[in-house]
């Protein structure tokens, strides 16, 4: 069963950037990947989400402003992402969801804090 591991989480100013991995343990190729994230209070929320055919989808809060790719050869997810604002801060999650049997795996999560 396929481990996921993030990384690239920190504290970055209103405005900044900041860049996401997820690595993987086995290849992602049969998995959706996708970046969700939870800020304190709230429930777990979808960020975006990225197939093997390199079909993209974001919530609309990020639309224009995350990116979302993946590296099949290297089993590995990133979520890049511009113009952070303070209600970006939040643990951000990546997720593998089989494309056959929906069986999820999730990350232990990396947390991002966008303040000044």
């Known amino acids: 069963q396929v481990q996921l591991v993030e990384s690239g989480g920190g504290l970055v100013q209103p405005g900044g950037s900041l860049r996401l991995s997820c690595a993987a343990s086995?290849?992602?190729?049969?998995?959706?990947m996708g970046w969700y994230r939870q800020a304190p209070g709230k429930q777990r929320e979808l960020v975006a989400t990225t197939t093997s055919g390199v079909r993209t989808g974001y919530a609309d809060s990020v639309k224009g402003r995350f990116t979302i790719s993946r590296d099949n050869a290297n089993n590995t997810v990133y979520l890049l992402m511009n113009s952070l604002q303070p209600e970006d801060t939040a643990i951000y999650y990546c997720?593998?969801?089989?494309?056959?049997?929906?069986?999820?795996?999730w990350g232990q999560g990396t947390l991002v804090t966008v303040s000044s």
């Open positions: 086995t290849s992602i190729f049969s998995y959706v």
């Open positions: 997720n593998a969801r089989h494309i056959f049997s929906n069986s999820e795996i």
